[in-house]
């Protein structure tokens, strides 16, 4: 079992910067990959960005130049830096991880919302 807590979220004016924190717990030595995810209010939940444990990254267009995803440690806090929001970023941000046997575990999310 894997555990997921996110934190860091809350109301930031467009253009301004957020960083999500995800912190890991359980069995984390059998993650083979963990990302953000998030789902705005009508909408899918959609990938954001992921990393893999060897550290390879991947972004929705979106979001390029704009977030950066990273990792403290092997595998226990997953970060999302968020910077130059903008009102579409808006949704609950989630915290997923995957394991070597395809299972997958969900944080409980964390609201993101740009408004001025």
């Known amino acids: 079992q894997v555990q997921l807590v996110e934190s860091g979220g809350g109301l930031v004016q467009p253009g301004g910067s957020l960083r999500l924190s995800c912190a890991a717990s359980?069995?984390?030595?059998?993650?083979?990959?963990m990302g953000w995810y998030r789902q705005a209010p009508g909408k899918q939940r959609e990938l954001v960005a992921t990393?893999?444990?060897?550290?390879?990254?991947n972004y929705q267009d979106s979001v390029k130049g704009r977030f950066t995803i990273s990792r403290d440690g092997p595998k226990s806090t997953l970060y999302l830096q968020m910077n130059s929001l903008k009102p579409e970023d808006t949704a609950v941000y989630y915290c997923?991880?995957?394991?070597?046997?395809?299972?997958?575990?969900w944080g409980q999310g964390t609201q993101v919302t740009v408004s001025s």
């Open positions: 997923h991880a995957q394991n070597r046997n395809f299972f997958n575990y």
């Open positions: 359980g069995s984390i030595f059998s993650i083979v990959i």
């Open positions: 990393i893999t444990s060897d550290g390879n990254t």
